[in-house]
């Protein structure tokens, strides 16, 4: 099935510092989305990207749909403390299995202030 | 607008008693999901709805059942829970080609 390869799996910086994680699939996808989760709440959403080869930033987060439409990346410039959390990317399809999510397993990031 | 809400947010089964988690949203949205995440691990789909009356599989729908009768309802019916099913359940929604919103969660244990 559709697997979504998220690196790296946990990353510990210093605050202030830029961070850079990244999702790869052997599948094409249509839309890619970027989540941030944090201890004991639901996923939100922070980026969603729709097109090959886009770039959006909300704020200090910018991130980008890969051309070949199988991989996208996601920066936190100038990282705070309250980046602290779980970072998820997610792909979705449209056509036969139209509406599917599926999701990466997740970037822990911590933060030392 | 409350967006997606999940109920209960906590629940302890039995081995082998059955329960359906409520999830409910006001968006109007056709898409709905149910995804299982296990500690430290990503979001597994269970299954999916593009639109009431039609339901489909993800990645880990063994032991699960959903219905979509409404478009604002999507239950997630366990039958015969078993202690693999410890988890804690997300439903999300969105509108086609669009980002989905998440409820809250329901932290579900089977002993």
């Known amino acids: 099935g559709q697997q979504l390869n998220q690196s790296p799996q946990s990353m510990f910086i210093q605050e202030g510092e830029d961070v850079s994680m990244n999702c790869t699939s052997s599948?094409?996808?249509?839309?890619w989305l970027w989540y941030k989760q944090d201890p004991g709440e639901g996923p939100v959403l922070l980026i969603a990207l729709y097109k090959a080869g886009e770039l959006t930033s909300n704020g200090r987060l910018t991130a980008q749909f890969g051309i070949t439409r199988k991989d996208s990346f996601l920066n936190i410039s100038a990282s705070i403390p309250s980046d602290v959390g779980i970072y998820f990317c997610?792909?979705?399809?449209?056509?036969?299995?139209?509406?599917?999510?599926?999701f990466g397993q997740g970037t822990e990031l911590s933060v030392k202030p | 607008n409350a967006g997606v809400t999940q109920t209960p947010k906590f629940r302890i089964l039995k081995i082998g008693q059955s329960m359906t988690l409520q999830c409910t949203q006001d968006?109007?949205?056709?898409?709905m999901y149910w995804y299982r995440q296990d500690p430290g691990m990503g979001l597994k789909l269970i299954y999916y709805?593009?639109?009431?009356?039609?339901?489909d599989k993800g990645e880990v729908p063994n032991g699960y059942n959903v219905s979509r009768s409404t478009t604002e309802d999507f239950p997630l019916r366990l039958e015969l829970a078993a202690p693999s099913q410890t988890s804690v359940y997300f439903c999300?929604?969105?509108?086609?080609?669009?980002?989905?919103?998440f409820g809250q969660g329901t932290r579900l244990t089977v002993v």
């Open positions: 709805s593009v639109g009431a009356g039609i339901t």
């Open positions: 968006m109007n949205h056709n898409y």
């Open positions: 997610a792909g979705q399809r449209w056509g036969n299995q139209g509406g599917k999510l599926i």
């Open positions: 599948s094409i996808f249509n839309t």
């Open positions: 999300a929604s969105s509108k086609r080609a669009a980002e989905a919103f």
